[in-house]
Each structure stands twice: as C-alpha cells, then as structure tokens.
T-cell receptor, first 110, second 113 residues
Framework: QKEVEQNSGPLSVPEGAIASLNCTYS??????FFWYRQYSGKSPELIMSIYSNGDKEDGRFTAQLNKASQYVSLLIRDSQPSDSATYLC??????????FGKGTRLSVIA | EAEVAQSPRYKITEKSQAVAFWCDPI?????LYWYRQILGQGPELLVQ????????DSQLPKDRFSAERLKGVDSTLKIQPAELGDSAMYLC???????????FGSGTRLTVV
C-alpha cells in the first residue's frame, strides 16, 4: 500500500514568516511529486510540481525533494493570510494515479 | 483558462436513493479520474479512465458504485443505493499523458441524510 504522510496541523505562522510543510512517502519508485492548495469547501489547486532532487522555486513557493530520504517539502516565504488553507502532498510513479496525503492545515495569523 | 466541468455543485439525497454526478474534462485530456474526499482526509481514487476504458477501479465499491465514459469524453459516476457513509466531496480530474499534474473540477458535495 503506497502511503503519503503529512502532519495534519494546524500549523500556525505569523504574517510575513516562512511556513514549512513536510511530506514523506513510502514508495521508493515514486517519480513525480506535487503540492496542491485547497481552500475550505473548494477543490484542490495545483501550486507546485517537482521531479528531481533539490529545490524548485516559483515566486514565494519553494519545493524541496530528497528521494534518498523519501521526503518532500514546501516552503512559503512571506506568508500571507490568504495562504491559509490545507496543503496536500501528492505522489505518483510512472503512469499510476496520484496518491494524496491527508493534508496539512496552515493558518497565517495577521 | 480551460476547466474541468462538474455538476451538480451540491447534492442532498436520502439514503437508499440513487444519485449521479457528471464530469466533462478539459478538451484533449484523455485521462479522467474520480476521487472521493471525506472531510478532513485527502482525496482517494475511485476510478481512472484512459479514453473510454477503465484503467483502475480497484477502490471502487462496485456493489453500489458505477462509472462510465462511453465516448471517451464526459463521464458519469453513479451511486445506488446511497448510504450515510457516502457523504463526501466527489472530485473529477483530468490530465495529459505527460503527467504534469491533474486539473480538478469544482467537485460535487454530497450529503446523504
């Protein structure tokens, strides 16, 4: 059974701080890694994808991947109240469907 | 911007009744997925289609759930009979073969009473 683990939170950070969200996965054959943001009552929205070890930056978001440790993270710099949402980590290998974690609730306090 | 269309947006039904959800993926997306998301949990795959063929329905409760994509475009997910435990968000997503991530529709929030 392929598993994706996330701390459910809530993770509370002050406005302007860096939020760090973490995810581990069980399948060593995993090849593609995604972060989705989900506002309450809404559907998930893709914000980052990463496929190779290292960092990938897009605006205020940085995804980090370490395949040896089976670990992927998302950093949000200069956090804003509008970043308050649940962040879902998703993983797949080859052409298999995405397996999602349970999500981490982030609360950015103004 | 291209979107995955889903309807209805909300559905309230009594247990033991039948309910159906509809999804129209982004044009050109051959792969279509139905996921179920229970409140406080991550989405869980119900069924995956490649064109009109089912690729993976191993987690679909086939005694009450059915899914079809007859012409390889839009899809319908049906539950009959609905049970209280089926209350959840039903999400449809589509993707290109390059696996650059799914695009989700707005979802159908089902409440079984």
């Amino acid at each position: 059974q392929k598993e994706v683990e996330q701390n459910s939170g809530p993770l509370s950070v002050p406005e302007g701080a860096i939020a760090s969200l973490n995810c581990t996965y069980s399948d060593r054959g995993s090849q593609s890694f995604f972060w989705y943001r989900q506002y309450s009552g809404k559907s998930p929205e893709l914000i980052m994808s990463i496929y190779s070890n290292g960092d990938k930056e897009d605006g205020r978001f940085t995804a980090q991947l370490n395949k040896a440790s089976q670990y992927v993270s998302l950093l949000i710099r200069d956090s804003q109240p509008s970043d308050s949402a649940t962040y879902l980590c998703a993983v797949n290998s080859g052409n298999t469907p995405l397996v999602f974690g349970k999500g981490t609730r982030l609360s950015v306090i103004a | 911007e291209a979107e995955v269309a889903q309807s209805p947006r909300y559905k309230i039904t009594e247990k033991s009744q039948a309910v159906a959800f509809w999804c129209d993926p982004i044009s050109g997306h051959a792969t279509l997925y139905w996921y179920r998301q229970i409140l406080g949990q991550g989405p869980e795959l119900l069924v995956q289609f490649q064109d009109e063929s089912v690729v993976d329905d191993s987690q679909l409760p086939k005694d009450r759930f059915s899914a079809e994509r007859l012409k390889g475009v839009d899809s319908t997910l049906k539950i009959q009979p609905a049970e209280l435990g089926d209350s959840a968000m039903y999400l449809c997503a589509s993707s290109l073969p390059d696996w650059s991530g799914y695009t989700f529709g707005s979802g159908t929030r089902l409440t079984v009473v």
